[in-house]
């Protein structure tokens, strides 16, 4: 089938949970919140779930875009910093396995959407650190008011940027997060929630490398999804034809994240 006749295949990284379906009870799933899918489907692509798998990334082969789902804390130990009190649920096999694929995905080109968790796990690669509990450092709880409850604020982003050209230059977000990003490392931060917190980084010297610290997937504005399918539909198509750049050509390009201790 020509590439131009076919949705561009998106992989989203997902979780290992307990969860209960049916009559299985408390049974561990590779699950995800269908807003995901749903949002990735609406802008005209076919979404693939990604179980965390650290052995290979060889499923990029196939892959034309990729979103790294929001979800746990990452390990401090990735950025060198011991834990917080309030940094709990863990997923190390998940920190693992998204790593696995984000270095050989920008190493490639390959368009990525890093979605809350996601822009932070990209800042952890690209160097950088995380605040591990946002309310000590902006005196205020509005980025997660509540258990299951999200926040809503504004945020600014820089005119030029890769996410101003999909958003504008301001809009409103939905926020649930307790960490944030202290440090984008080599990433550009091109967002600012109202109280001066990072909500958006991006690299401009690949196609399409853009996290945000929100959920646009739970909004019914999935501007930034289909800006992320537009991206991938072109990978795939110069894929096909053997014109796809090897970003991993300059040493600025290769992630930097530190082991978990």
Same mark, same amino acid.
């Given at each position: 089938?020509?590439?131009?006749?076919?949705?561009?295949?998106?992989?989203?990284?997902? %979780?290992?949970?307990?969860?209960?379906?049916?009559?299985?009870?408390?049974?561990?799933?590779?699950?995800?919140?269908?807003? %995901?899918? *749903?949002?990735?489907?609406?802008?005209?692509? *076919?979404?693939?779930?990604?179980?965390?798998? +650290?052995?290979? =990334?060889?499923? $990029? +082969? #196939?892959?034309?875009?990729?979103?790294?789902?929001?979800?746990?804390?990452?390990?401090?130990?990735?950025?060198?910093?011991?834990?917080?009190?309030?940094?709990?649920?863990?997923?190390?096999?998940?920190?693992?396995?998204?790593?696995?694929?984000? /270095?050989? =995905?920008?190493?490639?080109?390959?368009?990525? $959407? @890093?979605?809350?968790?996601?822009?932070? $796990?990209?800042?952890?690669? &690209?160097?950088?650190?995380?605040?591990?509990?946002?309310?000590?450092?902006?005196?205020?709880?509005?980025?997660?008011?509540?258990?299951?409850?999200?926040?809503?604020?504004?945020?600014?982003?820089?005119? @030029? !940027?890769?996410?101003?050209?999909?958003?504008?230059?301001?809009?409103?977000?939905?926020? %649930?997060?307790?960490?944030? #990003? &202290?440090?984008?490392?080599?990433?550009?931060? !091109? @967002?600012?929630?109202?109280?001066?917190?990072?909500? =958006?980084?991006?690299?401009? !010297?690949?196609?399409?490398?853009? /996290?945000?610290?929100?959920?646009?997937?739970?909004?019914?504005?999935?501007?930034?999804? !289909?800006?992320?399918?537009?991206?991938?539909?072109?990978?795939? =198509?110069?894929?096909?034809?053997?014109?796809?750049? +090897? %970003?991993?050509?300059?040493?600025?390009?290769?992630? *930097? &994240?530190?082991?978990?201790?």
């Amino acid at each position: 089938m020509p590439y131009r006749d076919r949705r561009p295949l998106v992989g989203i990284t997902c %979780y290992i949970e307990s969860a209960s379906w049916g009559t299985w009870q408390d049974t561990p799933a590779a699950l995800l919140p269908h807003a %995901y899918v *749903r949002a990735v489907t609406g802008a005209g692509a *076919r979404p693939v779930l990604l179980p965390p798998d +650290d052995t290979d =990334a060889g499923v $990029l +082969d #196939v892959l034309d875009g990729l979103v790294l789902a929001g979800g746990a804390d990452i390990d401090p130990g990735r950025y060198g910093d011991d834990p917080h009190p309030e940094t709990t649920g863990l997923r190390p096999e998940r920190d693992a396995g998204e790593l696995t694929l984000l /270095g050989p =995905a920008l190493d490639r080109g390959v368009p990525v $959407l @890093g979605v809350c968790r996601g822009m932070q $796990l990209m800042a952890v690669a &690209a160097g950088g650190r995380l605040i591990q509990h946002m309310p000590d450092e902006v005196g205020h709880d509005t980025h997660r008011p509540g258990l299951g409850v999200y926040g809503v604020h504004g945020a600014s982003f820089e005119p @030029g !940027s890769r996410i101003a050209s999909v958003l504008g230059e301001f809009t409103e977000v939905n926020s %649930y997060h307790h960490q944030g #990003v &202290a440090d984008p490392g080599w990433l550009n931060v !091109s @967002g600012w929630a109202d109280d001066g917190s990072i909500e =958006a980084i991006e690299d401009p !010297s690949q196609p399409f490398t853009l /996290g945000v610290q929100w959920h646009p997937e739970s909004t019914d504005d999935h501007r930034l999804f !289909s800006a992320l399918a537009e991206a991938a539909h072109e990978y795939g =198509a110069a894929r096909q034809h053997g014109a796809t750049r +090897d %970003y991993g050509e300059s040493g600025a390009r290769r992630l *930097r &994240a530190r082991p978990a201790s």
